[in-house]
């Protein structure tokens, strides 16, 4: 409401001036003071119409922004069909000014307290207590996830096994966390009393039929909410749509779109960031070329062979970072993480011998990634994809690399802005194929946007 009253007013002021109230709002023959709170009353009655608070999806994810923005424009599309159709002659310079300036700061409120919300799930505060329901080879995974993940908003406190079955397991261990598990209860009702659960997630092997609508009406006076998981894993919500058959939910999921369309908008970005980014970067593209060549007097670049789309060959360009022998001595650098686990796939050592000071700085800022602009030019790469890999590199992995060849590799993608090299060899090649099989313009701007943060944090980089 605060956002809202203060667009249209600093609106108000700048259209109509000090003397507003006073002023005629076009052929409403209204004091603009009472157009500007019709304005701010409508548009807040609007977020709430499009249910921008709903608890289900502040800080879930672009569903929350999404709504906002499709409440804003809703409000100022219809206010010019009925300036148009009533020749009104509401100030277009006042609309012009409320609606950015209004819009602009309500994504930046729900950034902020998105941010503060995610700091307090960390802490496992304002989260929803869950308890997850089915049996323990399709219950684990989900578990696992959401352990792994706080700022989800979930705190899973209790595995609860279907109706019927029994286990003398009575707790489980899941990460660093111990879950409990409740078999043989009476019913599903009695383990959400006894875990003071607020939501109930169903597994996929459990029955979701009468099943689901008996359990509804048995939590009802609980006031839980009962979420079902499909069994679908790693599909973004684009390439999914619920449909109703004779009274049961069907899932029908559509296969990853690489359209001509998408593929024209998908360039247009590219060809936009990397001449943006080479015009602002080019002094501190220039200063590490003179910085690197001063040090040891070797090459400023260093070019290697990546497969890119389809399987082809191409040289991605970096700053060069080790030392002008770093082939030669390659066996020197360690294979293996503290745990003594070996990783075959994105291996990179954080203490790699061969990395030079000016090396380790440039990899610390990620400005050795910079000359990769030049690829995508040249159409090798996109600003936005899967790690560009090395000619046999993950072929031990079932269709990891041909899921790959479908799209272009990026300067940046999903698991670079997800922890980068600090992250599991596991979850790197999740995020991956995830991006893959889910591409959309609108995560390749969150993820851009999640790069600039990733960048100035330095997490993972070396």
């Not at 076009?26 to 608890?55: E, H, K, N």
């Not at 997630?201 to 979420?227: G, K």
């Not at 610390?364 to 560009?388: A, C, K, W, Y």
Request: some cysteine; overall charge positive.
């Amino acid at each position: 409401m605060l956002i809202v009253a203060s667009a249209v007013a600093v609106a108000q002021l700048i259209r109509f001036g000090a003397d507003s109230a006073m002023a005629s709002a076009g052929a409403l023959d209204a004091p603009a003071i009472v157009v500007s709170l019709a304005l701010a009353v409508t548009w807040i009655a609007a977020l709430r119409l499009f249910q921008t608070l709903d608890r289900r999806i502040v800080g879930s994810g672009p569903t929350e922004y999404s709504r906002v923005a499709t409440a804003c424009f809703a409000v100022f599309g219809v206010l010019a069909i009925l300036d148009l159709l009533f020749r009104l002659n509401i100030a277009r310079g006042f609309l012009a000014v409320a609606l950015p300036l209004g819009t602009f700061g309500l994504f930046v409120s729900r950034w902020a307290w998105r941010q503060w919300l995610r700091r307090q799930r960390a802490e496992a505060k304002n989260t929803d207590q869950l308890l997850v329901v089915g049996d323990m080879q399709s219950a684990l995974p989900l578990v696992k996830r959401l352990n792994r993940k706080p700022t989800l908003g979930y705190e899973v406190v209790g595995l609860c096994l279907p109706p019927g079955q029994r286990t003398a397991i009575r707790e489980v261990e899941v990460g660093e966390r111990t879950v409990p598990v409740y078999g043989g209860c009476g019913s599903i009702g009695d383990a959400v009393l006894r875990s003071a659960a607020n939501a109930v997630a169903l597994t996929a092997p459990t029955p979701v039929q009468e099943f689901v609508r008996e359990l509804s009406w048995e939590l009802e006076d609980l006031d839980v909410d009962v979420l079902v998981a499909p069994g679908v894993a790693d599909v973004a919500g684009p390439r999914m749509m619920m449909r109703q058959v004779d009274g049961l939910p069907l899932l029908h999921i559509d296969k990853p779109r690489y359209g001509a369309s998408q593929r024209l908008l998908k360039t247009g970005l590219d060809y936009v960031v990397a001449l943006t980014a080479l015009t602002l970067m080019a002094p501190v593209m220039i200063t590490t070329a003179i910085a690197i060549k001063a040090y040891d007097g070797g090459p400023a670049f260093f070019r290697h062979q990546r497969v890119g789309k389809d399987g082809q060959v191409f040289h991605v360009w970096k700053f060069r970072s080790m030392r002008p022998d770093a082939d030669a001595i390659k066996y020197e650098v360690p294979t293996e993480e503290s745990d003594g686990v070996t990783r075959s796939v994105f291996f990179k050592s954080e203490n790699d011998p061969r990395i030079t000071p000016v090396g380790r700085f440039i990899r610390r800022t990620s400005i050795d990634e910079l000359p990769q602009f030049f690829n995508v030019l040249t159409r090798d790469m996109s600003v936005v994809g899967p790690r560009p890999l090395v000619p046999g590199e993950g072929s031990e992995i079932p269709n990891f690399v041909e899921r790959r060849l479908l799209v272009k590799p990026g300067i940046t993608g999903l698991w670079q802005v997800s922890g980068r090299s600090d992250l599991a060899e596991e979850d790197r090649i999740r995020l991956d194929l995830i991006y893959v099989e889910n591409w959309s313009m609108m995560q390749d701007l969150s993820i851009l946007w999640r790069t600039v943060r990733a960048v100035l944090a330095k997490d993972g980089a070396y």
